[in-house]
DNA sequence: GTTCCCTACAAATGGACCAC
DNA sequence: GTGGTCCATTTGTAGGGAAC
């Protein structure tokens, strides 16, 4: 059976700040320190739920939740000299306990007054980006793949999604494992909340009880009728249980009663059966004896039998 | 505090255009 | 003719603000 899937690096090529960038996870763990407005947050809290489901939204984009950011601007500022600037994101999992790699990210293309244009791939070979595998170009300077470019790189080992939603849906199927995509959904807000900067400012019952309602499934009555049918089962097999145990109790009353009885019993049979082996030993001693005497007596009639036969011979003489 | 409306943006789709 | 690119349009979503 295969291990889990582990986040074990994340990377950033030709996006915001960073021409090309790797950041390692340990143990599926990343801990990243440095000071106010350095860019933790942007950087790992906002990049991160973007790679699991691939949304753009500003909203998403910002780790304080507001649309002043889109993501066009991570790649040109206003006041960019550049007209077009091409980067990748990419998060590559690692299996626990195997060197078996799959790694998932996007390629965004940011041109001055055009629309983002954006793909999905997602590399399926094992092969590892930085090490056999190249997001650019390297002629005189690096130059990040197109859409086009990266589909021939890829040929047979990976995919390349249009759609976010299929990129989205890859990941839950390969990563994930949620049964819908919904569940996935909600999976990844729950992240988003929880990756609120300064959660802990606020933290008060009704703060967490509202994060945990906007982020959690709803439960609806087909959900709860179950549960509500396992309760009721298991508070009849409390009364069953209940009146069993009684019964066992009774049941157990009756039998030391009855062991009682059936001990005295035994004792009388038994010994009444002592009695009669000694009577019976008595008897056969007595039998015994007066078998011994018919023999003697026997022997004595013979004898005297014989006797009288001499005097009868000698009467006659 | 809730509801409604407006705005901004991303996603998806389809058509026009162009190169091969 | 086919495939790729670009662009416009529609739809969906979420935030912000006004009205109640």
Redesign the pocket.
Known sequence: MNSRWQANKIGLINFWYYDEQEFSFIKGRMLLRGSNGSGKSVTMQSVVPLLLD??????RLDPF???DR???SYLLEEDDEREERTGYLYLEFKRQESDTYLTVGMGIRA?KG?????WYFAIKDGSRIGKDFFLYKETSEKVTL???QL?NQLKTGGEVF?????YMEFINREIFGFETIEEYKEMI?LLIQLRTPKLSKDFKPSVINDILSNSLQPLYDEDLRPMSEAIENMDTMTSNLKSREEGRQAAGKIYRVYDKYNRLLLFEKAKNLDEGERELLTIKRQKSEAYTLLESCKEQVARLESEQMELDTKKKL
């Not at 055009?114 to 954006?118: E, S, T, Y």
């Not at 249009?162 to 299929?166: A, G, I, K, M, S």
Request: no cysteine; charged share 50%; aromatic share 0%.
């Open positions: 691939g949304n753009m939204s500003p909203e939740g507001s649309r889109k993501m066009s041109r055009k629309p983002l244009d954006k197109s859409k086009r589909e249009d759609r976010q939603v299929e807000d």
